[in-house]
Every structure is written in structure tokens, then in C-alpha cells.
């Protein structure tokens, strides 16, 4: 399975666009690029996915390198509630390999 | 729309014992993933099944089992329970389609404690 590499942690302030880097440098063709985040005690939320281009949701936008190695993840406007730790995973079908992810913590 | 609803959310085995976990999956769709969170191993893949079908499998024993049923249903089992059994179990669901760009939508979980 395609592998993902993301930074450990992150701080922002609240109410500033938050980035969330992403390489994947051995994605292949079919693999959709997939961002979940996970609050404690429960179970993974979908935030956005995408193949190719740059993809807009009501939650984030996910920013997609033209080689496809990587892809940034953006919320436009960090509240706290967005603090969680947030999963970028390729996946061509309904198997998702999940790594450690990266904890977003959030200032007031 | 109702989500993916998992059951029980809560529950203590002993070691040796037997456990079901069922799992609901969103209204219409087709695939249903299960997946193991525990803090030492993070989320590991176990099964997915489509259409009363095992469709992929993880790397777990094969005390780990499922099965689907005609409504999309799903149980999972997991026999002759260990302590490193301990773990947050996951239900997925998404249409199921491959390649797939379908979104998968999680429930949220059934908590197993083995003692």
C-alpha cells in the first residue's frame, strides 16, 4: 500500500487558515487522496478527498501537487473545534491505511 | 439520513471468550470495512465485505471474522479473546464501488475491553 508522510504535530490560532502538508510520493494512478480527522473517543469524520485537481467542500480544500506526490489539506478559518487529529490516506477502494496522522492543536 | 450505527458501544469479555459486534451500514451502501484502533497500532485495516462478499482483508488472525448480510448488515467476530484484544472497533461504510472515489463514512465504534 501506498505510504503517506505527515509532520507530527501542528499549532494555529483560531481563526487563521490552517495548511496541513501531505507527501505521498508512491501514490499510483487509481489512488484517491483521502483526509480524515479523528476527535477522542470517536470514530473517524470525512473531511474531503480528491484525485487530481484541487477539490472545495463546506468543511476544507484540498490542494493537490500536479505529480500528484503531494497535497495540502487548507481550512480557511481554524476554530477550536477543529482541533483533532486529521489522517491523509491514499486508497483506490474502500481499504484505507491509516497512519499516525498529525494532532491540530488550535489557540484561542 | 442516518449514519453508521455500531452495537454494542460498550463492552467488558474475559479472555477466552467470544464477542459479536454488529454494525449498520448507511442507507443504500454497499460496502462495510471494519477496523481496529488501539493506541500502540493507531487504525488497522481488518475486512471489507460488499454484497455478502469478503472483498479485502487485513493482516489479522483468523480468530478475526465477518460476515455481511442481504441488507448491507454486518458482524463481526472475534474469537478465543486476548488482553491485546482491548481495542476500539471501527465500522465503515461507503457504496463500494473500485476504483473507488466514494466516501466512506465511519460509525462510532464499539469500545471491547478484555480482562
Redesign the interface.
Known amino acids: 500500500d501506498a505510504k503517506t508522510t505527515q509532520p507530527n504535530s501542528m499549532e494555529s490560532n483560531e481563526e487563521e487558515p490552517v495548511h496541513l502538508p501531505c507527501n505521498h510520493s508512491t501514490i499510483s494512478g487509481?489512488d484517491?487522496i483521502?483526509w480524515?480527522r479523528q476527535l477522542p473517543s470517536?470514530?473517524?469524520?470525512?473531511v474531503i478527498?480528491g484525485?487530481t485537481s484541487n477539490v472545495n467542500n463546506r468543511m476544507a480544500s484540498l490542494a493537490i501537487a500536479e505529480d500528484r506526490k503531494s497535497s495540502t489539506l487548507i481550512l480557511h478559518r481554524a476554530t477550536l473545534r477543529d482541533a483533532a487529529v486529521y489522517?491523509c490516506i491514499l486508497?483506490?477502494?474502500?481499504?484505507?491505511?491509516?497512519?499516525?496522522?498529525i494532532t491540530l492543536s488550535v489557540r484561542p | 439520513k442516518a449514519g453508521?450505527t455500531q452495537t454494542p458501544r460498550y463492552l467488558i469479555k474475559t479472555r477466552g471468550q467470544q464477542v459479536t459486534l454488529s454494525c449498520s451500514p448507511i442507507s443504500g451502501h454497499r460496502?462495510v470495512?471494519w477496523?481496529q484502533q488501539t493506541p500502540g497500532q493507531?487504525?488497522?485495516?481488518l475486512f471489507?465485505y460488499?454484497s455478502e462478499t469478503q472483498?479485502?482483508k487485513?493482516n489479522f488472525p483468523g480468530r478475526f471474522s465477518g460476515r455481511q448480510f442481504s441488507n448491507s448488515r454486518s458482524e463481526m467476530n472475534v474469537s478465543t479473546l486476548e488482553l491485546g484484544d482491548s481495542a476500539l472497533y471501527?465500522c465503515?461504510s461507503?457504496r463500494?464501488e473500485?476504483?473507488?472515489?466514494?466516501?466512506?463514512?465511519?460509525?462510532?465504534?464499539s469500545w471491547l475491553t478484555v480482562v
Not at chain 1, 470517536?42 to 470525512?46: A, D, I, L, R, S
Not at chain 1, 486508497?91 to 496522522?101: C, Q, R, V, Y
Not at chain 2, 493507531?42 to 485495516?45: K, M, P, R, V
Open positions: 487509481t484517491y483521502h480524515y470517536q470514530g473517524p469524520e470525512y478527498h484525485l489522517y486508497g483506490a477502494n474502500s481499504k484505507l491505511t491509516f497512519g499516525k496522522g | 453508521v460496502s470495512s477496523y493507531g487504525l488497522q485495516f471489507e460488499f472483498r479485502n487485513g471501527l465503515a461507503s463500494g473500485v476504483p473507488s472515489g466514494n466516501t466512506i463514512y465511519f460509525g462510532e465504534g
